[in-house]
């Protein structure tokens, strides 16, 4: 069994996709007025402490709920700057109470009130508690995105406020980034979450089990037929580095890959490797194999710089990993790009349309999108929230049926 090293989820920090991965220019953002306005005090490179050549920067923001310092990746500098801002952004976004909460009150005075609520029991991110009827709780207002129907859920699936000092539930609910985003506008901070929602309910199960061959399979790169992908692909070999690309199962139907390269470490045993690992889902297989492994390369890196508040020594112990050969079981690039969901979309309310569809489609109808205020032009975040769908919950907990295990 593969064991990597991932971009962790909350309170450690998901992937921030405010950049489509090889765009030519990032949106142009007022950036000292956004750094002011978030509370972030630094940015800077990481690229030169790795070898690979793929720009990766950090952010940093003192006062933060969760993590002071975040990475950000790109195919040039000004992706990567920016990427690693809008990291900080939507993290600052959703720490703030006073600015998200609009309610108080039980899940039964909420229903008396004809408050509609989202479905706690069927989300992965409840359990026990979560679902008292007198429990006073703090809600944020949201819609069902097909039917514009305003709704409420609880802040602790909404906001990012991890302070010790304040009253949140965290026996009842697990904080979590998965399904945050942030962009340049809703459609595509929306799109960004579902699709990291698909992804982090594909991928469950290669957290829990590794990477095996029921849940994924080994994928072929192959040249021109994505630039980008070739480019970092080129560099990744050049260091000597080797990347294996994965296939892995979802039930959406839309494209998910999951990434892996080495890490050499040193430890009181002496050298060793891990793997680091990324994962993402796109409306194309060679969109997504960039964008995992760009977030593997971000992941490694971020062992490598190591000031990242959630970083632990364990993350730097030889466990044996090693990439297995390229099985003959492969399949194609080319092949599995013939399956793509790109096709005539071109705007992101488009591809958000498109992947409410798929999602609809799988048995995942009910679409809950939490606008989150920013009280700044061109800076959108937002929680996204799919009953049903997979997470990994505190401790590595996984909610599963035998049937997603794909041999029932």
Known sequence: MLKLDWELDSPQQAESTVLEEGAADPPQLPIPALLKAFGISRIGDLTELDVIGVPVWFAVRPNSRTLAVSQGKGLSHEQARISAIMESVESSVAEQTRELISAFGSIAEMRERGFFLVPLERIDRCRGNAFSLN?????VPGIEYLTSRPTHAPYELI???LRTTFPWDHVSFHMSSTGLAAGPSFEFAALSALLEIIERDATALNELFG???VFAQPIQWQRNINQSLDVVMDRLHAANLDARLYKVVSKVGLPVVTATITRPV?????TGVRLSGGDACRMSVAEAALAALLEAIQSRLTNIAGSRDDMDA??????GSRLPALSKEAVALSDLSREDHRGAFRTARECLDAVVEKLADAGYPEIYLFDLPTNMSGVHVVRAIVPEMKT???GGIIKCKLSDLGIF
């Open 135 to 139: 429990v006073q709780r703090a809600w």
């Open 392 to 394: 990994a919950a505190r």
């Open 314 to 319: 364990g993350q730097y112990r030889s466990v």
């Open 266 to 270: 040193l430890d009181e045993t002496g």
């Open 159 to 161: 906001g990012l406020d």
């Open 211 to 213: 990477i095996r061959k």
